[in-house]
C-alpha cells in the first residue's frame, strides 16, 4: 500500500458525460500528480499541482481539469468524455516538488467510456 | 526534455534464470531515474532509485539495476527469476523543466513473462 488513495476504482460513463475523479495524497506529501495510462498511449503525464498550486502540465487535454483543495486532495475533472478517454488514470504524490522526489503511485481509477 | 527507451515489449526467461530488462535514457539535467513494477491490475510500485550516491542500486524483491553515464543505461536485473515477478516493468527519468518538475517520463514498459 503506497498510502496514496483513489476514488472511484471503477468508472462506466457515457460519452459526453463528466466524470471527477478523486485523490488523497499521501500524508505529508505536498505534490500531487495525475498520469494517464492507454495501451496505445502508455504512461502519460497530465498535471501536477504543489500545496495547492499548479506546478506542471504535461499532455493534459484541454477538456481536462485539476485541481488541489486546502486539504491538499485533488481532483480531476473530465469532461465531453471521448471513447479515446478510456484509460487508467493514475495519481501520484511526493514530498516536494523538485525533479528527482521520489513519487507514489495509487493504484489508479478505471474509466470505460461507452 | 528527457526520454527512455525500453528495448523489448516482452521478455520471457525460465524460472530460475537470469532476468533482465533493458532502460536507455536521454536527459538534458543529470538524471534521476526509477524502475517501477505494475502486477496485473495494481498501482505502480516502486522498484527502485536512482540518485547519483551509488552506480548500483539495490531494490525490492531481489532487483538491482547499474546506472551506465557512457552508455546512458539503467538495466534492471535479478538473478534468479520467481514465478511472482511476471508483471509489467517500466523505467522512468525524472525531469525538469522551468521552474518546476515535470514528474517523470516513462519508457512504454516491458512485460515479463516466467516460464516454468
Known amino acids: 500500500d503506497s498510502g496514496v488513495t483513489q476514488t472511484p476504482k471503477h468508472l462506466i460513463t457515457a460519452t459526453g458525460q463528466r466524470v471527477t475523479l478523486r485523490c488523497s495524497p499521501r500524508s505529508g506529501d505536498l505534490s500531487v500528480y495525475w498520469y494517464q495510462q492507454s495501451l496505445d498511449q502508455g504512461l502519460q503525464f497530465l498535471i501536477q499541482?504543489?500545496?495547492?498550486?499548479?506546478?506542471a502540465k504535461g499532455n493534459i487535454l484541454e477538456r481536462f481539469s485539476a485541481q488541489q483543495f486546502p486539504d491538499l486532495h485533488s481532483e480531476l475533472n473530465l469532461s465531453s468524455l471521448e471513447l479515446g478517454d478510456s484509460a487508467l488514470y493514475f495519481c501520484a504524490s511526493s514530498v516536494g516538488s523538485t525533479y528527482g522526489n521520489t513519487i507514489y503511485f495509487g493504484e489508479g481509477s478505471w474509466l470505460t467510456v461507452v | 526534455a528527457q526520454s527512455v527507451t525500453q528495448l523489448g515489449s516482452h521478455v520471457s526467461v525460465s524460472e530460475g534464470a537470469l532476468v533482465l530488462l533493458r532502460c536507455n535514457y536521454s536527459?538534458?539535467?543529470?538524471?534521476?531515474l526509477f524502475w517501477y513494477v505494475q502486477y496485473p491490475n495494481q498501482g505502480l510500485q516502486l522498484l527502485l532509485k536512482?540518485?547519483?550516491?551509488?552506480?548500483l542500486v539495490k531494490g525490492i524483491n531481489g532487483f538491482e539495476a547499474e546506472f551506465k553515464k557512457s552508455e546512458t543505461s539503467f538495466h534492471l536485473t535479478k538473478p534468479s527469476a520467481h514465478m511472482s515477478d511476471a508483471a509489467e516493468y517500466f523505467c522512468a527519468v525524472s525531469g525538469y523543466s522551468g521552474g518546476g518538475a515535470d514528474g517523470l517520463t516513462f519508457g512504454k514498459g516491458t512485460h515479463l513473462i516466467i516460464q516454468p
Open positions: 536512482y540518485t547519483s550516491a551509488a552506480t
Open positions: 499541482y504543489y500545496n495547492g498550486e499548479e506546478r
Open positions: 536527459s538534458s539535467v543529470p538524471p534521476y
